[in-house]
């Protein structure tokens, strides 16, 4: 858990804003997205996948390749489907909110990037777009 003196640990702060209306960002997340029930938050912090509660406190983190990006919350919560491979081979993953049962999911054959990772809305099915770069 952070505490003010810790600021290292907590992505969001309200103690600039004295009615706390105002959110400051502590850290360079990228792409955090809330799971579907919105009890718990995921995010990319120095480009792995975190959790975080609703107050922005890092609770746990899932990766550390330090390549990964562009967490999804499956349908039912349990899991985060991620990309991993930052500017190499692009993989899909995804890993319990617990960090155990990491699986690929998908892997590219060529340089690339993985984006838009979504569920239909019936959480069957997963699509995503897959960027690879065009050889002449």
Do not use: M, R
Not at 33 to 53: C, M, P, R, Y
Not at 58 to 79: H, N, Q, R
Not at 92 to 110: A, Q, R, W
């Amino acid at each position: 858990k952070s505490t003010e003196s810790d600021p290292a640990f907590s992505l969001f702060s309200k103690k600039n804003a004295p009615d706390g209306s105002v959110w400051n960002l502590n850290s360079s997340p990228h792409e955090i997205t809330a799971s579907e029930k919105k009890d718990i938050l995921a995010g990319t912090v120095n480009q792995n996948i975190v959790l975080l509660d609703l107050e922005g406190n890092i609770t746990k983190t899932l990766t550390t390749s330090g390549k990964a990006y562009a967490p999804v919350f499956s349908p039912d919560d349990s899991e985060i489907y991620y990309t991993d491979g930052l500017g190499d081979i692009p993989i899909l993953k995804k890993i319990s909110k617990d960090g155990t049962g990491e699986k690929v999911i998908f892997k590219g054959n060529k340089t690339g990037a993985i984006s838009n990772i979504t569920f239909s809305p019936d959480g069957k099915t997963l699509a995503f777009t897959l960027i690879t770069q065009i050889t002449p």
